[in-house]
């Protein structure tokens, strides 16, 4: 992991906001570091920026030759059918210059991802995907879109990497993972704390194996049946939070402008976790 990578992830992550805990943060970077030493090359990105929090690690993660691209609805919210999240734009791009390796770096696209094919994005790319983070809307008719999208895209060692499949405000997220899935060439290899992770089938064992190695005894929660395939959990207890989270108070401020407001200041403080 490079200095940079390295100081992202343990000081300046809890300043982007977003849903990347620090946890998930490091299993990623586990992952990158795996294909860097196999020799899995490819460009990294994701639908579904928000305001940068794991695009910029992508960034920092990539080889020099190595294209970074995000895809938004940015300042179109009124496609935003779901309300999973509203990226804007100018603080992806002021993120980027902060934290990131520069926003002149990064490939962007402003679509609504269900008028998007993989081939647009792999004009700008100029490569097959070694990494497709999928967060962009949270309805069943988008999340099997945006997984299509990015299977189209994959290097034969690449990875997706889906958002909320086990997040109990969005249950169409699993309806469309279990949608498509009837259908991909795909595997489950890891379940983080708010993150499925998907490989070919014939990388499955590698993959599931350098998260095993990546975690504490006490992290590894367990392994279990997922689609067919013996599936690592990794937790990392926050049980602070979980009381935060689901206390009556959080209940009474939800979809408030005072809980509004107060999400991206609690993200922060528990993305040390």
């Not at 299993?27 to 490819?42: D, K, R, S």
């Not at 791009?93 to 609504?112: C, H, P, T, Y």
């Not at 498509?180 to 990388?203: Q, T």
Request: net charge negative; hydrophobic share 40%.
């Amino acid at each position: 992991m490079t200095d940079s990578l390295s100081d992202y992830i343990s000081r300046d992550l809890r300043k982007v906001d977003g849903w990347l805990t620090a946890f998930d943060a490091r299993l990623i970077v586990e992952i990158l570091n795996w294909q860097l030493a196999n020799g899995v090359v490819g460009c990294l990105g994701e639908i579904g920026v928000h305001h940068g929090k794991l695009l910029i690690l992508l960034q920092l993660a990539a080889r020099a030759d190595e294209s970074v691209f995000g895809v938004d609805l940015f300042e179109n919210q009124s496609e935003n059918v779901d309300r999973s999240g509203r990226g804007d734009r100018d603080a992806l791009m002021r993120n980027a210059d902060r934290f990131g390796s520069g926003s002149e770096a990064l490939v962007i696209m402003k679509r609504n991802s269900l008028k998007l094919e993989w081939p647009e994005i792999e004009k700008a790319t100029q490569s097959d995907c070694r990494f497709f983070s999928v967060d962009g809307g949270h309805t069943t008719e988008i999340t099997k879109n945006d997984l299509m999208i990015a299977d189209q895209s994959l290097a034969s060692e690449g990875v997706i990497c889906l958002d909320d499949y086990f997040n109990k405000s969005f249950p169409e997220v699993s309806i469309g993972l279990c949608q498509f899935m009837s259908d991909a060439n795909l595997a489950p290899f890891g379940i983080s704390e708010n993150k499925v992770f998907l490989c070919r089938p014939e990388l499955q064992k590698a993959y599931s194996d350098c998260l095993r190695g990546a975690v504490r005894e006490a992290e590894h929660a367990s392994d279990v049946d997922f689609f067919g395939y013996a599936t690592p959990v990794l937790q990392k207890p926050r049980v602070a939070y979980e009381r935060i989270k689901t206390s009556r108070l959080a209940r009474q401020l939800q979809d408030t402008e005072l809980g509004e407001s107060l999400k991206p200041l609690v993200r922060r403080l528990f993305a040390r976790s």
